[in-house]
């Protein structure tokens, strides 16, 4: 039986076959047919044929492959549509919540601090927290400060109109930006961050006191979320 499936596998071949085709004619393993037919000599004939072939099979997974990414991109483009329409106009309360909770995430905390500040390079979630200084935490509009982390040399000009447009903070109340390159990222490749870092910085003792406290009460709410969950085996 073995040898009448060898046999059959190389006249296939001989014909011009690929191996997908042979192996749709022949119930055997691959790796029995490599071994089966390396040493078949194909004419030209039959070497155009299997080349036209395999070349058609791979354009038609390409093919298959490329539309599979666009229905992919497409599914993500309308999933994330739908999501963002999703988020309405934020009342005080959950603004407050919201500030606090990316204040905790990426605001200055250390002790001994006298100065809120939160920093971030993301120009949509520094409008958000201006928002939110202004609206929940009453700052007046002369006690903000604004400094720039830059990256690029050239653009720092450019980066303080920029955070100032942003922030809504008058130039003159920008303190002198400063440059933070890594040694080891010098020269290799441009930061993501065109308009460097932008911190935002209120002094004052006992607004950044209210933030900790609110902080903490939100700390102590999800410890006891977190204790009400019973978990399963």
Known sequence: MKTLKKKRA???????????????DLPVSKGSLSLWLRD??????????????NAAVIK?????????KRNSREKKRRL????????????????????????????YKRSGWRTACFANSEPQMIVLMMRW???????????????????DAGRIQESQSFWSRVTGVPLSQLSKPYMRISPTSQGKMETPFVHGTCSIRISDTCLLVKIKGWITGLAALSSSLVQDVSFSS
């Open 80 to 107: 994330a549509g739908a999501a963002a329409g999703e988020i309405r106009e934020i009342s005080d309360q959950e603004l407050k919540l919201i500030g606090i909770a990316l204040y905790w995430a990426e605001g």
């Open 60 to 68: 038609k997974f390409v093919e298959l492959n490329e539309r599979r």
């Open 40 to 53: 078949v000599v194909l004419e030209l004939e039959q070497r155009t044929r299997i080349e036209n072939k």
């Open 10 to 24: 190389i006249e296939l071949r001989k014909a011009g076959k690929t191996y997908s085709e042979i192996l749709k």
């Open 133 to 151: 200084f202004r609206e929940i935490c009453r700052v007046p509009e002369k006690k903000f400060r604004v400094r720039i982390q830059a990256y």
